[in-house]
């Protein structure tokens, strides 16, 4: 592997790792020889994921964890400390949306629980792990947005606030974290099929529209959505920070262009 992207002797977190987007960028910085702690609510879930890096070849540690609880954070981050000796990148990738519908049916629930995990959550994490990556001389933290943050999507609307809250989020910390040699970036995928968008590609006509929407005309699968991750987890992105990465089959670009050609 070139030495732009090894990753031998970090020491990485992944969020919502138990499965999709989460375990295929673990699984990625795994073999690109980082030791990774892979988190999830569910231990048994997380367990797999690192048996399957261990299998490999890897390295990993699970342990549990729910990003809307700043105790399980904390702890998330001392096991990850006192296991590899520090962190060097963080993958912020869980996410929840338990409202679709009109912006204005959105309860306080929804928007509490929205809120708590896929931005505070990111921030609660990233306040942990900075003074370790701070002694260890810089670090890497990669946000996980998502097209839903630059282009409204119709049922979506809180969900669609909290991730443009998180591209906001990447831009300044980006700015504060500069002088200490960590970088912050964040992805933004299109529609990848994972079981948190199994509501939409299991219905005929929600999958068709989506599609119709695609200039590429299918989802991403997970692992395709790893690449980049691996790119800004490595040394390879050490001038690249504050940026946001569409990664959506051009969807960002317009159905139309398809339909031109």
Request: charge should be neutral; hydrophobic fraction near 50%.
């Amino acid at each position: 592997m070139s030495a732009f992207f090894d990753l031998t002797g970090k020491v990485a977190i992944v969020t919502g790792a138990s499965r999709g987007i989460g375990a295929a960028i673990a699984v990625a910085l795994a073999g690109a020889g980082a030791q990774v702690v892979v988190s999830s609510r569910k231990q048994e879930n997380v367990e797999a994921v690192a048996a399957q890096i261990r299998a490999a070849g890897g390295t990993a540690t699970a342990v549990a964890a729910h990003t809307g609880d700043a105790a399980a954070i904390a702890a998330l981050v001392s096991t990850a400390v006192e296991t590899y000796g520090g962190i060097d990148i963080v993958v912020n990738n869980a996410a929840t949306n338990p409202h679709f519908g009109s912006l204005l049916t959105a309860e306080e629930s929804h928007w509490d629980k929205t809120f708590e995990v896929n931005v505070k959550g990111y921030m609660r994490l990233i306040q942990a792990c900075v003074p370790s990556m701070q002694a260890r001389g810089g670090g890497k933290i990669i946000n996980m947005a998502s097209i839903a943050g630059k282009i409204p999507q119709p049922g979506m609307g809180v969900y669609c606030v909290t991730k443009a809250g998180v591209i906001m989020m990447t831009e300044v910390l980006a700015a504060e974290l500069a002088p200490l040699n960590i970088q912050v970036n964040a992805i933004a995928p299109g529609f990848v099929k994972t079981k948190f968008s199994a509501a939409i590609w299991s219905d005929d006509a929600l999958n068709a529209a989506t599609l119709a929407a695609i200039p590429q005309q299918r989802m991403a699968e997970p692992e395709e959505i790893a690449g980049i991750a691996l790119y800004l987890a490595s040394p390879a992105s050490s001038f690249t920070t504050g940026a946001t990465f569409l990664v959506d089959g051009g969807q960002a670009i317009g159905s139309h262009l398809y339909r031109a050609k």
